[in-house]
């Protein structure tokens, strides 16, 4: 693709400015099924998002056809939508600013095809020798993809920085009598010669063990910890609530909370794209906006509000550095970027001895459809234990857990130490609440 | 889209390997979502994904590539890479691909692509409109229009080379209803496998009307009240109970590997004697048709349970290898970026004889899911569960008020059995699955039925 040809023929046409945007992905992944190699996929796809302005709309065009001889079939396609769109609303494409420099903050070892081989039958032996119990290993697989993205517009801007991740992921099934249960851990490996195996293998497996003889519980109102990884998976699907555009266009459980307690004093939390600890180090955001580190809540009080380039126009302010997309062809949305709830000072068991009685939530189902985000009311699935006396007693399933987000969050007891950042953009660590409805018997 | 003599050059290179089936899949897909905010257009985002995907199978074991860049060293160069994967051999593999053509059951009258943007927002205005005309208590819409054109081209080792091309609209609206500070929402979303011809039959001013309807259901609904009781699960999109609960442990991609509460069940009864269900993929037009499926099979009609026997999985072609059964074209994938696998495509519970007023009777205290929202299960536990996204408390065999952030949840293997009664109200709704090979349009439907007993998540303290 001819980029300064696009840009000058697009401006031709009479758009004001012109942004083609580039995202491209290498990637190499295997499945490993009951001693054998199940499945090896190679990929490389190259995706192209186009965004201009013209008569003041902006428009976007995503394509992963991309000859130069179809360039003018799409900006004169990318006219007409400029024709169709009635909003108000001011485009804007930015500007080029300096971004923050950098350092690499992994240092991946890319493994032969052999040495994945070793490492998935490996772990699925040690698996399956964990206990008896375990009598599957279930989508073991080994992935590994380099991305590159690219911004460059009619302003100048000629951005490009490229991101590298690793994953092992295994899930496990156990069995006790007709009692079935599965669970399944993913991790980023640096490199595979230090790997901890030991630590991955016992996580996975004791989570498993754990699941097998649930019981469901007495219908009511108990205390309640969400143990890290379901408060993460909570969190992510209420974080939409801290964005600009859903605020401006008054459909966020947050619209008229700026500069309020709107959480528990006890819940600070930051959005830092540059978080080294975090899977993804992002110094720009998909329009090229410089990214920096912020607190969105303050002790409980709404302090930031997350903002790309169009929802910042809107109020005369700047983007936070908040301007992502899903994927190269989605138009750039508000997100969080290596965004997390800061951790206490207390572990999970201090957590536990502090509740005494109540159920500690591990896992959450049903995410994408029983949460309201715009009342934060949620209604889901949900498995853990019962906490008796302080202490981990029996485990627990086929339960529903269902509160209002918002008013949850005013009645944190306590917030737990133990955040880890994984693969995810979004954490928490564990978080200790009042009470919850609890629906079983 | 490729040539013929080059697909048949590239299954050639495949074949030189020591894989026994090679497979090209190669799409072209326009999309168009057109967004409007309270009647503005607010963004028209156009799509084109282009690439094909590469399969290679020995035995057991498969190997998959896929890439946009289908310049012929790309090709050549990802082949490369399976071969050496699977095992490299020096052997005559030469392929003559015969195309297989059809009648095309899915018809389409009006291609999106040849309607004006200004006369597809229109579309949205109308519902937009409508949704603003049902109540002054509605305060904000936003709709949406989705259209897609899906071009496939299958061609593999065994000399099959078909071709399908798949059409899909959609509106959605979300209507937002206020009332002294509570703010509630209610969505309505039709879909076709049709060009916009569709919105002649379901009107965007119906669609808008249903969305602020629930809405304002919502802004009246009391708190749920939560435990175990009789629910009634309404016709059309109530479907998704048995897309959920049952759908997908019959898949092989679970079943194959022993990884289905179903799995080695066949034949043997695992509902109830009024529940009887097909997948197909043959109705015309419906969301979830396709003339092929995406190894370039037909279609088909499949019986998964009648009276309460398990006659049929639905099967891809490699699980059947591991099944030793055939495939019943059940194989499909979102995009060339995911390796296919069994999935849904029109799935429903066959009408009973019971009626609407009929499946109330006797229920002291239940629950009427008259809108349900989407689900998820865990094929291998059988634990599924799904959201209410309009329902009302049953109190003495009569619908007695609205309620509000409720769940269902249960195993699937044991809700088939507590289904004790069917209507005759046959309907569908339309939804988006996500599995293995990626997000696909599929129907899900079923008459009015009642669940005898049911765990219903809900807040209200009792």
Redesign the interface.
């Known amino acids: 693709m001819n980029k300064q040809e696009w840009i000058k023929a697009a401006l031709a046409a009479g758009f004001d400015q012109f942004e083609i945007y580039q995202s491209g992905t290498k990637e190499r992944s295997y499945t490993w099924f009951e001693g054998k190699m199940d499945t090896f996929t190679a990929s490389r796809v190259l995706g192209t998002s186009l965004r201009g302005i013209c008569g003041g709309k902006m428009v976007n065009y995503a394509t992963e056809d991309l000859s130069d001889d179809g360039m003018d079939r799409i900006i004169a396609s990318m006219k007409e939508q400029a024709g169709a769109i009635t909003s108000d609303e001011p485009g804007v494409i930015r500007s080029p600013l300096p971004v923050p420099e950098t350092a690499p903050q992994r240092r991946w070892t890319t493994p032969t095809a052999a040495e994945v081989r070793e490492l998935l039958a490996d772990i699925e032996q040690r698996v399956l020798a964990y206990d008896e119990r375990i009598f599957m290993v279930i989508r073991e697989g080994w992935s590994e993809e380099t991305g590159t993205r690219s911004i460059f517009n009619s302003l100048g801007m000629d951005l490009e920085d490229t991101d590298t991740v690793q994953i092992l992921t295994c899930g496990a099934a156990a069995k006790d009598g007709n009692d079935i249960k599965n669970e399944y851990r993913s991790e980023i490996v640096e490199d595979i010669h230090t790997f901890d195996r030991d630590a991955f293998v016992e996580k996975l497996c004791t989570d498993v063990l754990n699941k097998l003889n649930a019981s469901s519980m007495a219908s009511g109102t108990y205390p309640v910890i969400f143990e890290s990884g379901a408060m993460t998976a909570l969190f992510t699907a209420f974080s939409s609530m801290f964005s600009g555009d859903l605020i401006a266009k008054g459909i966020s459980p947050l619209r008229d909370q700026y500069g309020q307690p709107v959480f528990s004093g006890k819940i600070t939390i930051t959005d830092d794209p540059l978080r080294r600890e975090a899977a993804q180090v992002c110094p720009f955001d998909d329009e090229g906006c410089p990214t920096s580190a912020k607190t969105i809540v303050d002790h409980g009080v709404f302090r930031t509000i997350l903002h790309n380039t169009r929802s910042a126009s809107r109020i005369n302010a700047e983007s936070t550095g908040n301007g992502f997309r899903g994927s190269y062809a989605s138009p750039v949305e508000v997100s969080p970027m290596n965004c997390c709830i800061e951790p206490g000072d207390k572990t999970l068991k201090e957590l536990c001895a502090e509740m005494q009685n109540g159920l500690v939530i591990t896992t959450l189902a049903g995410l994408h459809a029983g949460i309201n985000p715009v009342t934060t009311d949620f209604s889901l699935q949900c498995s853990g234990y019962w906490v008796k006396d302080g202490k981990r007693d029996h485990s627990v399933s086929l339960v529903t857990v269902a509160a209002n987000f918002l008013e949850m969050m005013g009645n944190v007891t306590a917030v737990g130490s133990d955040l880890e950042w994984k693969q995810h953009s979004v954490v928490t660590p564990s978080i200790a609440f009042k009470g919850c409805a609890i629906s079983g018997k | 889209m490729l040539e013929k003599k080059q697909l048949e050059h590239y299954l050639s290179e495949c074949m030189k390997s020591e894989a026994d089936f090679a497979e090209i899949y190669e799409e ?1 897909e326009h999309s168009e979502a ?1 967004k ?2 309270n009647g ?12 094909i995907g590469i399969r290679l199978y020995k035995e ?10 289908t310049s012929e060293d ?1 090709v050549i160069s ?1 082949i490369h ?2 071969r050496d ?2 095992g490299s051999c020096d052997k005559d593999a030469a392929v003559n691909l015969q195309e297989v053509l059809y009648e095309n059951r899915n018809p389409v009258e009006i291609d999106y692509e040849s309607v ?3 006369e597809k ?1 229109e579309l949205l205005k109308r519902a937009n409109n409508a949704a603003f005309g049902t109540d002054p208590r509605i ?2 819409v936003q709709t949406e229009l989705l259209n897609v054109k899906q071009e496939v081209q299958i061609a593999n080792s065994e000399g099959r080379l078909i071709r399908d091309t798949r059409v899909r609209t959609r509106l959605m609206t979300t209507a ?1 209803a206020s009332e002294n500070g509570n ?3 209610g969505g309505d979303r039709p879909g076709a496998g049709m060009g916009l011809e569709f919105y002649r039959t379901v009107t965007p001013e119906e669609s808008g009307r249903e969305a602020a309807r629930v809405a304002l259901v919502n802004l009246a609904a009391k708190d ?1 009240p ?3 009781m009789p629910v009634i699960i309404d016709n059309g999109f109530g479907g998704v109970i048995f897309h959920e609960a049952c759908g997908h442990s019959l898949e092989a991609t679970s079943v194959a ?3 289905s509460v179903f799995s080695g069940k066949l034949g043997t009864k695992i509902a109830a004697d009024c529940v009887s269900a097909v997948d197909d993929g043959t109705i015309p037009n419906a969301w979830g048709s396709q003339n092929i499926d995406d190894e370039g099979n037909f279609q088909k009609r499949r019986v998964l349970i009648e009276n309460g026997i398990l006659k049929s999985y639905m099967i891809d072609r490699l699980n059947g290898r591991r099944m030793n059964m055939d495939s019943t074209s059940s194989s499909r994938r979102e995009s060339y ?1 995911f ?1 296919p696998t069994s999935r849904m495509t029109n799935t429903f519970i066959l009408p009973g004889n019971d009626s609407f007023e009929e499946l109330f009777e006797g229920i002291e205290r239940g629950l009427y899911a008259k809108k349900m ?4 299960v ?1 094929p ?2 059988g ?5 209410v996204n309009e329902g009302y408390l049953i109190e003495n065999g009569k619908i007695s008020y609205p309620v ?4 269902l ?3 699937g293997a044991e809700i088939l059995k507590s289904i004790d009664r069917v209507c005759s109200n046959l309907k569908t709704g339309q939804g988006m699955c ?1 599995s293995l090979s990626g997000s696909i349009p599929t129907d899900v439907g079923q008459p009015t039925i009642r669940v005898s007993s049911i ?7 009792e």
């Open positions: 072209l057109i409007a905010l503005k257009t607010e963004d028209v985002n156009q799509v084109i994904t282009a690439g057991l074991e498969s190997v998959y590539a896929y890439t946009n860049d790309s990802l890479d399976l994967a699977l004006s943007l200004e927002t305060v904000k937002f703010l509630q929402s749920c939560s435990g175990k590997r022993g990884m970026r390796e929202g989407g689900g998820s865990n291998q536990t634990e599924f569960n799904f959201a509000r952030g409720a769940s949840i249960g195993n996500g765990t219903v998540g809900g807040t209200a303290n």
